[in-house]
């Protein structure tokens, strides 16, 4: 299973990956609940896909503050974490 927000640029480029690389693979996007939280809604939403994860591959670009984010959540949690700058 693959998690990604669909909440930008990054976000774009891990649907593309899942499309052509994850063969076989069922891709879940948890989309934005616009609202719910506020300014947390990204660290809620971040929180939530790690919490049903084992893996991170972090597509991080300078203007990533959610990747960055992401990436602190996972670590702490012991994820395996793959960093691939863009």
Do not use: W
Request: hydrophobic share 40%; aromatic share 6%.
């Amino acid at each position: 299973m693959i998690l990604f927000g669909e909440c930008s640029r990054t976000d774009k480029l891990a649907l593309r990956y899942v499309q052509n690389e994850s063969k076989g693979v069922n891709n879940y996007n948890l989309l934005r609940r616009l609202g719910k939280y506020g300014f947390l809604e990204g660290p809620k939403r971040n929180e939530e896909m790690l919490s049903l994860s084992t893996h991170l591959l972090a597509f991080l670009s300078k203007e990533s503050k959610g990747t960055r984010s992401a990436i602190g959540i996972a670590i702490k949690k012991g994820l395996n974490v793959v960093i691939i700058d863009v």
